[in-house]
């Protein structure tokens, strides 16, 4: 198994411009999530997944979108960068909520720089 | 007010001392995580509970339903703890998990 893959590592956009973040994940995990994390701030959860063809808002999903076409992949879409958005992003996931021993499984992250 | 409260923000001890990072959250959860992040590095997940304890290691972690509170403990701790520990739970609400801010462990050799 992968677990959670996650790229690009690094990326650096400029102003308007939009880019993909792609998260595959090969444990069948019904959860997946996109975070957000900024120095003070913790992990800030932009969407959320519990299924395929399910999605959901967290906290901070302006400029942001995101489907799930199939349980192994969720894509992150900002769709029109802006500086604010200059950030480190990673993408989770888990079995569903609360099942015994279900750890919660992170890619690698994505520092992202928008000039 | 946050729904996930750690403390403290930052510990500094010295090797081999005993480290307790506290969590209290105020929603209903179904599980709570404990995960570590090295600096620079990706997110581990350490514990998932949902009642008891847990052990694994020099690690134990702790949780209280009623109370709404859980502990992360490390015995006889070392500087390769040094990281930032993070709690997060998951919410029986809306099904989101939601994130301390995390504390910042330094362990002197």
Same mark, same amino acid.
């Given at each position: 198994?992968?677990?959670?893959? &996650?790229?690009?590592?690094?990326?650096?956009?400029?102003?308007?411009?939009?880019?993909?973040?792609? %998260?595959?994940?090969?444990?069948?995990?019904?959860?997946?999530?996109?975070?957000?994390?900024?120095?003070?701030?913790?992990? $800030?959860?932009?969407?959320?997944?519990?299924?395929?063809?399910?999605?959901?808002?967290?906290?901070?999903?302006?400029?942001?979108?995101?489907?799930?076409?199939?349980?192994?992949?969720?894509?992150? $879409?900002?769709?029109?960068?802006?500086?604010?958005?200059?950030?480190?992003?990673? %993408?989770?996931?888990?079995?569903?909520?609360? &099942?015994?021993?279900?750890?919660?499984?992170?890619?690698?992250?994505? &520092?992202?720089?928008?000039? | 007010?946050?729904?996930?409260? &750690?403390?403290?923000?930052?510990?500094?001890?010295?090797?081999?001392?005993?480290?307790?990072?506290? %969590?209290?959250?105020?929603? @209903?959860?179904?599980? =709570?995580?404990?995960?570590?992040?090295?600096?620079?590095?990706?997110?581990?997940?350490?514990?998932? =509970?949902?009642?008891?304890?847990?052990?694994? @290691?020099?690690?134990?972690?702790?949780?209280?339903?009623?109370?709404?509170?859980?502990? =992360?403990?490390?015995?006889?701790?070392?500087? $390769?703890?040094?990281?930032?520990?993070? %709690?997060?739970?998951?919410?029986? $609400?809306?099904?989101?998990?939601?994130?301390?801010?995390?504390?910042? =462990?330094?362990?002197?050799?």
């Amino acid at each position: 198994n992968a677990g959670v893959t &996650q790229t690009p590592k690094f990326q650096v956009l400029k102003t308007g411009q939009s880019m993909t973040l792609q %998260c595959a994940q090969d444990m069948n995990h019904e959860y997946m999530s996109w975070y957000r994390q900024d120095p003070g701030m913790g992990l $800030r959860l932009i969407h959320y997944s519990v299924g395929a063809g399910i999605t959901d808002q967290g906290e901070v999903p302006n400029g942001y979108n995101v489907s799930r076409s199939t349980t192994e992949d969720f894509p992150l $879409r900002l769709l029109s960068a802006a500086p604010s958005q200059t950030s480190v992003y990673f %993408c989770a996931s888990s079995y569903s909520s609360g &099942q015994d021993n279900e750890k919660l499984f992170f890619g690698s992250g994505t &520092q992202l720089s928008v000039l | 007010k946050n729904e996930v409260e &750690q403390s403290p923000q930052n510990l500094t001890a010295q090797e081999g001392e005993f480290i307790t990072i506290n %969590c209290s959250y105020s929603v @209903g959860i179904s599980a =709570l995580h404990w995960l570590q992040q090295h600096p620079g590095g990706g997110i581990v997940s350490l514990f998932m =509970l949902s009642s008891g304890k847990k052990k694994h @290691g020099r690690l134990i972690a702790t949780i209280n339903i009623q109370e709404k509170h859980s502990s =992360l403990h490390i015995t006889a701790s070392h500087p $390769r703890d040094s990281a930032v520990y993070i %709690c997060a739970v998951h919410s029986l $609400r809306d099904d989101k998990i939601i994130f301390g801010k995390g504390t910042r =462990l330094h362990i002197l050799p």
